[in-house]
């Protein structure tokens, strides 16, 4: 007995000895390699969270696919559990005691108030007031890394969990047939590819990772090394270009005097710049982070059409239509694509009852602004989102039903009018992201004024010009064609 508890207890010593190895030598892979953007995101001020996502998050789907992948349910929600609670108490301590008690909470009510509209609606009040209240009594003027951050990324996994697991009985792809345990909800709120920054998953998604079933190789890990690196070295090059341009156009330049002094015509292309710049920040977390979920197995999204297999599953930016598109609604649809998604699937669509689009989307980006923050310009931004939209809307209704505007839009002019669309279209992109980005109507409503409130102006004529465009553009239906219809 003694000699087969000695040989266990040196299996576990070695095991114990080859799993730090391995930590370590991927750890300093990717420090080595990471040195210079480490550098410039450190002189940058930029969020300590890359220290989370960049070194750590890519062993610990190493780790996961090496010595977890066969284990059992139980062993894996452990492993993401206690993995991703060790980011969590690394980047915020003691405070880490929130996300805990909002996830053990949520628990408690699935268990005690079923499939009901009660555990719903109690379960939307409590975790949206959870987090509201952490905005109210954590608020600064300045963009603070605090528990908060991942904290609404996860008010959002809980409340999405209340309404799938409500959802049960229905034929949906996210719904659930049985009420997780603790320990399924702790791994899939805490595992490390999703839970600092996002993206948004299903727990139906996360049960199929743990079954093995998140993979182009039935029931082993997926060949998925080369996709990750991709989406890896992609997030590099974005950072690279964020930490190196954010130098040069900061947030806190247009409260200044020198920018006050420039003319009208400078602040318009700096804000042009600067938003493009600005953006870079959040795409490279969400592409780093993707190569994490893709490295796991989480981001595997089946075959497309041609039989290829595909990793966007945990896609949070299309790069290259963020990069091509000349409409506000294509960056829309390219960025921050699992928010948009989940806030598609869970808001906009169950205002259907409301039986008006334009409301259900008022309230839906009404959500969103108040999810964000209690700072006045996430409201200004949205407000300005939904007006942006529907102008655009209008405008592409008048071309597509213009015979001479379409004409116009498909000739050898279209080059000419690309470019002119291009810059229109990152000029307003910029102006609703400065309230975004400034937090407090004092500093937004300052650069504001300086630029005359030409977004604002922008738009109010386009809504009253374009209907008496449409008079002139599109021709009028003759009587019979108007009964035909």
Not at 34 to 41: D, E, L, Q, T
Not at 218 to 237: C, H, T
Not at 387 to 394: D, G, H, L
């Amino acid at each position: 007995m003694e000699g087969d508890m000695s040989s266990l207890s040196l299996v576990c010593h070695t095991l114990r000895r080859q799993l730090l190895c391995v930590i370590m030598r991927v750890d300093l892979t990717v420090r080595v390699q990471g040195a210079f953007v480490y550098s410039c995101i450190t002189s940058c001020h930029v969020p300590n969270l890359f220290l989370s996502v960049f070194p750590v998050g890519y062993p610990f789907a190493l780790v996961y696919r090496w010595f977890f992948f066969h284990q059992s349910a139980t062993v894996v929600h452990l492993f993401h559990t206690f993995s991703g609670l060790a980011l969590a108490t690394f980047n915020f301590g003691s405070q880490v005691y929130h996300s805990l008690l909002c996830i053990v909470i949520q628990f408690l009510l699935l268990r005690l108030m079923g499939r009901t509209v009660t555990c719903v609606l109690s379960s939307f009040i409590f975790q949206m007031i959870y987090l509201l209240m952490g905005y109210y009594y954590t608020a600064t003027e300045e963009y603070d890394i605090k528990w908060t951050m991942p904290h609404c990324v996860l008010t959002l996994k809980l409340i999405g969990l209340a309404l799938d697991y409500y959802d049960g009985g229905k034929e949906q792809k996210s719904s659930l047939n049985s009420t997780p345990s603790l320990l399924e909800v702790f791994g899939f709120s805490y595992f490390y590819g999703g839970f600092l920054v996002g993206p948004q998953f299903t727990l139906q998604n996360y049960q199929h990772l743990v079954s093995r079933e998140m993979s182009d190789v039935p029931g082993q890990p997926p060949n998925s090394v080369v996709p990750a690196m991709k989406r890896f070295g992609l997030g590099l090059i974005t950072l690279s270009v964020f930490a190196i341009g954010g130098r040069h156009y900061s947030d806190s330049y247009f409260l200044t005097d020198e920018f006050e002094a420039h003319p009208f015509w400078y602040k318009c292309v700096y804000m042009l710049v600067w938003v493009k710049i600005n953006l870079y920040k959040y795409i490279s977390c969400w592409l780093i982070t993707e190569g994490v979920c893709i490295l796991s197995g989480l981001g595997y999204n089946g075959k497309n059409e041609k039989g290829e297999h595909q990793w966007d599953a945990c896609a949070n930016v299309r790069v290259w239509l963020f990069e091509t598109t000349p409409l506000f609604t294509g960056t829309i649809n390219s960025f921050n694509i699992n928010t948009n998604a989940w806030v598609a699937r869970q808001v906009f669509k169950r205002l259907r009852f409301l039986g008006n689009k334009l409301l259900s989307q008022m309230f839906t980006l009404l959500f969103l602004a108040v999810w964000h923050g209690l700072h006045s310009g996430y409201l200004i931004c949205f407000s300005l989102e939904f007006i942006i939209v529907n102008v655009e809307r209008q405008a592409e209704t008048l071309v597509r039903d213009s015979p001479l505007l379409t004409s116009i839009a498909q000739s050898h002019l279209y080059p000419f009018v690309y470019v002119v669309q291009q810059l229109i279209h990152w000029l307003f992109m910029g102006y609703p992201l400065v309230p975004f980005c400034l937090f407090t109507y004092d500093k937004w409503l300052k650069v504001y004024s300086s630029i005359y409130f030409s977004g604002h102006i922008f738009f109010f004529i386009a809504f009253l010009v374009l209907p008496y465009l449409r008079k002139v553009f599109v021709p009028r239906k003759r009587g019979s064609e108007k009964k035909e219809d």
